[in-house]
């Protein structure tokens, strides 16, 4: 299934894209899609319901695809082919970092370049939303609490990020530096992770162009790492690191101004398109 929330921000109700793209109104059947909705009991009892039973609903905005999201959770430096480009050695074990939660966005919404930014950049990433708390779960039942995938949009700010002190999270949890979505596509259509053909262009210029197998840590050692550590819940998002192609890592470095246009997308996850606007 494809599930989605539409609507303007604050109020999007639940929806699911059929097999025909019509989008199909789920708020008699669930409240919003997250938490117990997107359990797997949640998600069979929607998958139950005939698309066509449901209200039609008007294309509009298209809201972040999933609510309620206690923890935005990143993993850096998770690609062998980015490490290399941004000069950095791929890490022994996973980099996790968090992105404020306030930082979520839809898909196709405005994304503001902050205050004293000169060196916004792009990462498109694959997001991994998830469905029932794990906690000290094995690599081998990870995908078990997964509900589902997503584009993820990883917007960082590098000058924040790298070189003022402290954590990366300043970097990474500007206001709309999160898109997620358009769709939270249920693992079940999804039926390897780890093989996904992941893009993004600027100006429709293509900058990345590479794919989830040369990610360094794949999806269950990623999930089943962060149990160890810290319980996921339902509705928490992970993002799983950006493949070789950002400004950063290009010489010279390339950043995104006022104005620009990304889009950006993934094999079988839906597509994104954001423009760039300084907030004043």
């Keep these: 299934m494809k599930l989605m929330r539409v609507g303007e921000a604050g109020r999007e109700k639940p929806a699911l894209l059929d097999a025909d793209g019509k989008i199909r109104d789920l708020s008699g059947h669930v409240a919003d899609i ?4 997107i359990s797997p009991a949640g998600l069979a009892k929607i998958a139950a319901i005939d698309p066509n039973s449901l209200p039609e609903l008007a294309p509009g905005r298209i809201g972040a695809c999933v609510a309620g999201t206690g923890k935005f959770i ?4 998770n690609f062998s082919d980015h490490a290399a480009e941004t000069g950095a050695t791929v890490p022994p074990e996973p980099v996790i970092f968090m992105k404020a939660t306030s930082a979520i966005t839809g898909p196709n919404d405005t994304v503001l370049i902050p205050r004293g930014s000169e060196k916004t950049d792009w990462e498109v990433e694959l997001g991994v939303v998830i469905g029932k708390t ?10 078990d609490y997964v509900a589902g995938y997503c584009v993820s949009h990883d917007v960082s700010e590098r000058a924040f990020q790298t070189e003022r002190a402290g954590q990366w999270t300043k970097g990474k949890s500007c206001d709309t530096f999160g898109p997620i979505g358009p769709w939270l596509v249920t693992k079940d259509e999804i039926a390897d992770p780890q093989n996904l053909g992941m893009w993004l262009k600027v100006n429709g210029q293509t900058m990345q162009n590479g794919s989830s197998r040369t990610m360094v840590y794949g999806v269950a050692h990623i999930v089943s790492y962060l149990s160890q550590f810290m319980s996921l819940h339902p509705g928490d998002v992970i993002s799983t690191g950006t493949p070789p192609g950002v400004g950063m890592g290009m010489k010279p470095p390339r950043y995104l101004r006022d104005g620009d246009v990304v889009e950006l997308g993934i094999e079988g996850l839906g597509s994104q398109k954001q ?3 300084a907030d004043r």
């Design 74 to 77: 990143c993993i850096g430096l």
């Design 34 to 37: 997250g938490g117990e909705a």
């Design 275 to 277: 423009s760039f606007v």
């Design 134 to 143: 794990a906690k000290y779960v094995g690599e081998a039942d990870a995908l």
